[in-house]
């Protein structure tokens, strides 16, 4: 930044040694660095090597004259905000008109008075000073824009997290919530219908002994009884009523896992770690979902392959974590679901859909979890933005695009982990999940 005219350089450009001597003496006197050339092309060099603050020019030189030298110095970015003051003999005002058109600052009409000379010299460095340190002040002030842009970019970011967190963790409790408090409540009545359950099958077993041993002593109960017999079919009865037992034992028990995958499921530490082996989130999140796994009428069952290795437990926040399988479970069930679409029920059960989960330890003491479907992949596009939050391409009400936004905070940020995806279109997709067991 040029402050005072000790440091400000002048470049006199004139054919003239009488000009250029008083020029040289009077300037330098006054504390400007003098730097003199006596044609267009050399003083073009100058301005390019030096610099300087203001160019005196004069018109009339041999080689090329002052407007084409001014013309020059204007194509040039590096000389082009250096202010020209033209230096011309010429009284005619047309002239004077050209050399401001050409982008001079200002002319001075030769003889010169001293007095007004330095005036307009002085002046001309003024402004200059001004606009140099106008555009400092420019430059600072688009740093700080853009600082302070970054700043609030970055404040936008984590607000965006922080909001997906919210949700994420409003989904989870009040979810978690309602299927834990259902969960429980189911309990009582199948623990109810399991004891009663046990006992009826015994007690039914001993009526059916003594049915039969009366059957055995009193082969001819009389015509009453005979008709009744065949009314009920109690043969049939006799036969069928321990298989009932059986089914609705088998229905008990299933309602018992369920209830038990909802409880893993819904587990309420969402906010503190536990020590798990994440198989079970796997299994319970897959018994969630199991309704939508089985066979319908437009498609056999989707086939769930689990290579479960041999895993160390590790310290997660499972309620989270059976967040992410659910998210990606469940995508992946839509990929299928779509990929399917079309295709007869014989294509399907000849080429069927599946959903593969492999877990193991790596070498790097991680826990590796893939989740592979072939269903219908998706684009190198879409691949590049599924972690954005609101990103879907799926139809309004059916995808909120926030799964695996909430996927990738849950893994990276919760966890210190990471997650990879492959895909390829028309082939399928595979989720890889690493999590630091430490
Ligand atoms: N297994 C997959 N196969 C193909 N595309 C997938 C798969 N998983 C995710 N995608 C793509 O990634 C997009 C974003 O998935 P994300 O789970 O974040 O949102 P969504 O499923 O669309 O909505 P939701 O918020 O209800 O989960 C999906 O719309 C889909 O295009
Ligand atoms: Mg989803």
């Known amino acids: 930044m040029l402050t005072n005219s000790e440091h400000e350089i002048i470049l006199v450009i004139d054919d003239s040694p009488t000009n250029l001597e008083i020029l040289h003496n009077t300037l330098s006197s006054l504390g400007y660095e003098v730097l003199v050339e006596m044609d267009g092309l050399s003083g073009i060099y100058q301005a390019k090597s030096y610099q300087p603050d203001l160019i005196l020019l004069d018109v009339m030189m041999p080689g090329i004259d002052g407007f084409e030298t001014c013309r020059q110095l204007q194509a040039d970015l590096s000389t082009k905000n250096i202010p020209v003051i033209f230096m011309t003999a010429l009284a005619d005002p047309a002239d004077k008109v050209k050399g401001l058109e050409l982008g001079a600052v200002d002319y001075i009409t030769k003889p010169f008075r001293k007095e007004e000379a330095i005036a307009r010299i002085k002046t001309h460095l003024k402004i200059r000073r001004l606009s140099l340190e106008l555009e400092d002040q420019k430059q600072q002030l688009e740093q700080l824009v853009q600082k302070r842009t970054a700043e609030l970019t970055q404040t936008l970011n984590e607000l965006k997290r922080t909001q997906l967190q919210l949700i994420q963790n409003e989904k989870l409790s009040t979810i978690g919530q309602l299927v834990a408090g259902i969960a429980h409540e189911i309990n009582n009545p199948v623990g109810c219908i399991t004891g009663n359950l046990d006992q009826a099958k015994l007690a039914v077993k001993d009526a059916i002994d003594y049915i039969r041993l009366y059957q055995a002593k009193f082969p001819n109960p009389g015509a009453e009884i005979e008709q009744k017999a065949e009314e009920i079919d109690i043969e049939y009865v006799l036969e069928d009523l321990p298989k009932m037992f059986f089914s609705m034992q088998a229905g008990i028990e299933r309602i018992c896992d369920i209830s038990t995958s909802l409880r893993t499921f819904s587990r309420a530490d969402v906010d503190f770690k536990v020590s798990v082996n994440i198989h079970e989130g796997i299994d319970s999140t897959l018994m969630i979902l199991q309704h939508r796994l089985k066979a319908q009428a437009q498609h056999p069952a989707i086939q769930v392959i689990?290579?479960?290795?041999?895993?160390?437990?590790?310290?997660?926040?499972?309620?989270?974590?059976?967040?992410?399988?659910?998210?990606?479970?469940?995508?992946?069930?839509?990929?299928?679901?779509?990929?399917?679409?079309?295709?007869?029920?014989?294509?399907?059960?000849?080429?069927?859909?599946?959903?593969?989960?492999?877990?193991?330890?790596?070498?790097?003491?991680?826990?590796?979890?893939?989740?592979?479907?072939?269903?219908?992949?998706?684009?190198?596009?879409?691949?590049?933005?599924?972690?954005?939050?609101?990103?879907?391409?799926?139809?309004?009400?059916?995808?909120?695009?926030?799964?695996?936004?909430?996927?990738?905070?849950?893994?990276?940020?919760?966890?210190?982990?990471?997650?990879?995806?492959?895909?390829?279109?028309?082939?399928?997709?595979?989720?890889?999940?690493?999590?630091?067991?430490?």
């Open 306 to 438: 689990k290579n479960y290795g041999k895993i160390s437990k590790i310290n997660c926040y499972l309620g989270q974590l059976n967040q992410v399988f659910m998210n990606i479970l469940a995508n992946a069930i839509d990929a299928l679901e779509e990929a399917s679409q079309g295709h007869g029920y014989e294509t399907l059960k000849a080429t069927p859909n599946v959903i593969s989960v492999t877990t193991e330890m790596n070498d790097e003491e991680q826990l590796v979890i893939r989740i592979a479907d072939n269903g219908m992949g998706m684009t190198e596009e879409v691949k590049q933005r599924i972690f954005d939050p609101l990103f879907t391409t799926k139809p309004v009400g059916k995808g909120t695009g926030l799964g695996l936004a909430i996927v990738h905070q849950i893994i990276v940020d919760k966890h210190r982990g990471n997650i990879d995806v492959n895909s390829e279109l028309g082939k399928g997709t595979e989720f890889i999940i690493r999590i630091p067991i430490a």
